[in-house]
């Protein structure tokens, strides 16, 4: 099943879908939890794969789930304050890394390869980097709608999953002052290495991290107007992506600190918001792993990734896939002839 | 680089074998840590994944190191101690779920299918169960010994790695003997509900653990020795693989209780015997995790899988591929134009 999404307007309309957003399919769930018990392995042996089946078919809303053509969408885009110093790498990293995605040279192409995953990205207006939020609003009201609408709008058709990435020099440094925005505590609990900065560009960070969110915090109003102060273009988009996949029946696969800032502020909003994204992995990024509590989601793997670009999310699509064809293709006790629990 | 294997004679000369192993090639291993730092990413980014791709360079004695021909191979055997009560299912599982690997009606069938791994299985005299290791040692030493020498012929030829998986009712008895026997604590330590046995059945495993134990540990000469007491087939010939792919340049996937028990025992031996082999990931089993402390080896995956049969070393195989396509496929900074870190 899939809808026809016509681009959001106003940030009005987008908050409006999102009190409005299509729950799993019931029927679906039963018949994996029904069919589950019957296959040929102890129960609950094939432990969050077994889960994972069933909340595959309750999203997609159909039984038994597939998961033939994962896809990935890396979403770009730059920020003001990148010219802070708060990342290890110069800003012109974000445009020379899409160049690299599109050459097929990055971490992210060579996992998709791997596991024939279906990779996407787009650029969001790399030469208009946001404002740097410690002045002002990273985005005015039609750029976060312009940025939201390019995820909103993203063909998913055909799509069994849906991995989320991003790239953008500086972006780390706006998930943090979103978290901290959105879940309280200090910038030094939110606000990590990102690709590498230790010492004093830490201290800057941190700082740009604090002083943001004390600008922005007491005028914003919820988390879309957060993400629209705080974000970045690739943020928004991803976040209009997330409403897109749910709208599509298309699970999400979320990927890291940048990523699930972004979908916090839909949760922010609308408690389920993200009931179709589960959480690909726990990163080596500090904030993530207390953003994964905040969010009340049980990260598939930990494998100290730090790297964004959707490798986090991508890798766990061979779990999405093995648990797919486990419940679809294993035989029954009665199939087999195999003698069931004494 | 492969060796001719001479089918072991005696256990004196896998013994010898265990003394004489090869060490992970020295070039190979420099020359990913060479390259690693020049792909496009922030260093150490790709977490365990840059990890694995120098270790497995290491133990194929080739760099770059390639992951194209993955394979699962399950050894399956019967245990006397299943008729005294261990079980949640009965003895004639074992020779069903073989039959049910055959026809391609398995979990690891279905995970071998999806990720296009080459499945092998070996069914050990499943009409011929081990004696219960509460009367007796659970095999001769010819009994062991033909065992052992079913995983030391494996033909590895041509195999990117080698996923260890068993199927036995019964054998997380003798794994939670095995490795009482090995590391000591309690009987309640190491034994836990396998296929599902609670309550009474549980202390009735318990108790068999515990007695078998006693029977074997003092008179227990060394690791092979507590193979043959309180092992069974499957597990010797695990033992047997392990050493075969030592043998090959294989690098070696364990996966649950019972193979990380088999492998406990060549370790016994020899103390850098499983530096070829990682640990796929922590299973639902509580002995596993504790093993797995003991044998000093962090999991990849943590699912709650309670399965066996390869499964969870079988679901880290696409982590292995996506480590040695990251490591050979990704562009460095020279050739991709990125700027390196300020």
Redesign the interface.
């Known amino acids: 099943m899939s809808l026809t999404i016509l681009p959001a307007q106003t940030l009005a309309i987008v908050r409006a879908l999102l009190t409005a957003l299509p729950d799993p399919d019931a029927g679906s769930i039963a018949l994996a939890r029904t069919r589950e018990p019957q296959?040929?392995?102890?129960?609950?042996?094939?432990?969050?794969?077994e889960e994972l089946a069933a909340w595959i078919a309750g999203w997609q809303g159909r039984h038994p789930a597939g998961m033939r053509n994962p896809r990935v969408h890396v979403f770009a885009g730059n920020h003001g304050v990148a010219a802070l110093g708060v990342s290890?790498?110069?800003a012109?990293?974000t445009a020379?890394?899409v160049?690299?995605y599109d050459?097929?040279?990055?971490?992210i192409?060579?996992?998709c390869?791997?596991?024939g995953i279906q990779l996407g990205v787009t650029a969001l207006e790399l030469d208009r980097p946001t404002r740097p939020f410690t002045e002002g609003p990273a985005m005015e009201e039609e750029e976060v709608l312009a940025a939201f609408n390019a995820g909103l709008t993203l063909d998913l058709s055909g799509a069994d999953c849906l991995c989320l990435g991003e790239m953008g020099i500086g972006n780390t440094t706006s998930a943090a002052a979103l978290s901290l925005a959105l879940f309280g505590g200090t910038a030094e609990d939110w606000t990590g290495p990102g690709?590498?900065v230790t010492g004093s560009a830490l201290e800057t960070k941190i700082g740009v991290v604090r002083d943001g969110v004390a600008k922005h915090a007491e005028e914003a109003t919820d988390g879309l107007d957060l993400l629209r102060r705080l974000g970045g273009r690739e943020l928004a988009a991803i976040a209009g992506a997330i409403v897109a996949a749910r709208l599509s029946r298309v699970p999400v696969v979320l990927d890291g600190f940048i990523v699930c800032s972004a979908a916090a502020c839909l949760k922010a909003i609308t408690p389920n918001a993200l009931d179709h994204c589960l959480l690909a992995h726990a990163s080596?990024e500090p904030g993530h792993r207390r953003l994964a509590q905040a969010l009340e989601m049980a990260p598939?793997?930990?494998?100290?990734?730090?790297?964004g670009e959707g490798?986090g999310a991508a890798?766990a699509v061979?779990?999405l896939?093995?648990a797919c064809?486990?419940h679809?293709?294993?035989?029954t006790f009665a199939?087999?002839?195999?003698?069931?629990?004494?």
Chains 1, 2 share one sequence.
Do not use: W, Y
Not at 103 to 107: C, I, K, S, T
Not at 300 to 307: E, P
Not at 335 to 342: I, M, P
């Open positions: 296959l040929t392995k102890p129960p609950g042996s094939l432990g969050r794969l290890a790498f110069p012109e990293v020379q890394m160049l690299n050459h097929g040279g990055a971490a192409n060579q996992i390869q791997a596991f690709t590498g080596r598939l793997l930990d494998l100290g990734l730090a790297l490798s890798l061979p779990l896939q093995a064809q486990c679809r293709g294993m035989a199939e087999a002839g195999v003698s069931d629990k004494e």
